[in-house]
């Protein structure tokens, strides 16, 4: 080791030489280096720890695009405590509190989210149904219920209310001229022309399970054909009323429901509403699907033809109803070969179904002829019968009142125990209206309960 002395009054001081005094300075240097990175790090680090916090989720403003079986819940993930955050939704047909677990009918995770809005779109809900729901929010440091619960209700019944048929509601195939066919297909339904003559109905009375109208005898005879002018006068006159109404229908369609598929329908999942094409319509090279429930309805407005691809499915999901599908069609439709069609085609000129197609609907056309080469054609299933009000009008009377589909055959039946066997039927009627009103005059004082059905005859 290298020093120097200095001697001041006798006292002797040692010092390190230069050399040694550069070398710790070195070493303390790295010391001090050292402990300013460790400072460092504490710096930086705990404040982030510090920070870090339980997320902040809410249930935005409740559900959106309510429909009658369908909805989206929609949220805000506020704050992630900045952290990652797992969101999950919590939902059904109570209300499951902050319960995780057997409270909530239905949860889904929608993963790890950042802060923003939050939505979830729900399907298969029940028609005029109260739903709840709420978000749910964890991360390391915690977790998160949005709060309050939300709720919604579904619609009784989504889209425009749906066009009235009148009497033509029993008509599978009604025409303004001739009705031919060149296949075997069966018709499950009524079939009539008008003003042509009864000649002009090619159709052979054994295709059709229901009755041929005809305005004149020129054409087959056969039991199931009937002689009616008058009938089909007043059928073609409520054709006309409803291709009217569906094509006056208001508001004007804007937006998705104004040339939805810039014409071409294939490939798209429409909502209950009112559609409008401004010139023709096609639903070819892919399904289209129509989702909604057993009320729905759907109006299509088409200026022009309406042309439905071979082999091109019209599909119903979550109840949708073919009987609350209406086409309006301003020229002619054509079903192309193995198509499944859904609805009632109102077209002012023709309608022809190519061969080995088949339609749960209507081919209604007011000017010109149907050509049903088809595999099958029948009426849409109507709605139940619904008993709106039942009660006793006097000592020996009850009235019944139902809402029921006009112009299909109704049959009320009693029991006085619900047993199978002793079921009676106590009146039919074809209702030109509904809601359809009957007193029972065999209820009598002495009866203590006595039970009703009805339903529906096509």
């Known amino acids: 080791m290298k020093t120097f002395t200095i001697t001041v009054a006798n006292t002797t001081i040692t010092y390190p030489s230069p050399a040694q005094d550069a070398q710790s300075l070195r070493v303390n240097r790295m010391k001090r280096l050292c402990m300013g990175f460790a400072f460092a790090v ?145 018709i499950n339904g009524d079939v009539g022309a008008s003003p042509i003559s009864g000649s002009s109905i090619l159709i052979p009375p054994s295709q059709v399970n229901g009755t041929i109208y005809a305005v004149d005898a020129t054409g087959t005879q056969a039991p199931n054909v009937v002689i009616d002018p008058v009938l089909l006068t007043a059928a073609k006159g409520d054709l006309t009323l409803a291709y009217n109404e569906a094509a006056g229908r208001t508001p004007v369609p804007t937006g998705p429901f104004l040339n939805p598929g810039a014409g071409n329908l294939a490939g798209l999942n429409l909502i209950p509403g009112l559609y409008k094409f401004t010139s023709g319509a096609l639903i070819t090279g892919d399904d289209v699907t129509l989702t909604g429930g057993p009320n729905d309805v759907w109006i299509f407005q088409i200026a022009s033809d309406l042309t439905v691809g071979s ?61 049903f080469n088809g595999d099958g054609g029948s009426l849409p299933t109507p709605a139940v019968p619904e008993f709106t009000a039942i009660f006793r009008t006097n000592s020996v009377s009850a009235t019944v009142v139902l809402e029921t589909t006009p112009y299909y055959f109704l049959t009320l039946q009693f029991c006085p125990d619900l047993l199978l066997a002793d079921w009676m039927t106590v009146a039919t009627d074809t209702p030109v209206a509904s809601p359809w009103t009957y007193t029972d005059t065999n209820a009598t004082t002495t009866v203590t309960q006595r039970f009703y059905r009805a339903f529906l005859t096509q």
């Open 311 to 371: 082999m091109v499915h019209v599909i119903l999901a979550g109840g949708a109803q073919a009987r609350n599908i209406f086409w309006q069609v301003g020229t002619s439709a054509t079903i192309g070969t193995f198509a499944v069609f859904k609805g009632t085609i109102l077209a002012y000129q023709s309608i022809t179904m190519d061969t080995s197609s088949t339609m749960d609907g209507r081919a209604l056309a007011f000017e010109a002829g149907v050509t």
């Open 42 to 186: 504490v710096a930086v680090m705990i404040p982030h720890r510090i920070w870090a916090s339980v997320p902040v989720v809410d249930n935005a403003n409740g559900a959106s695009n309510v429909l009658s079986v369908s909805a989206t819940l929609c949220g805000t993930l506020t704050s992630t405590g900045a952290l990652p955050t797992q969101v999950s939704v919590y939902w059904g047909e109570t209300d499951g509190g902050t319960n995780t677990i057997g409270s909530w009918g239905h949860t889904n995770d929608l993963g790890t989210k950042t802060e923003g809005p939050l939505s979830l779109e729900v399907s298969n809900l029940v028609p005029d149904r109260m739903y709840y729901y709420r978000f749910y929010a964890t991360n390391l440091d915690g977790w998160a219920w949005a709060n309050p619960t939300a709720n919604f209700q579904t619609l009784a019944a989504a889209g425009p209310m749906a066009i009235n048929l009148r009497s033509t509601a029993h008509f599978t195939i009604l025409a303004g001229a001739a009705v031919i066919t060149m296949g075997e297909g069966v």
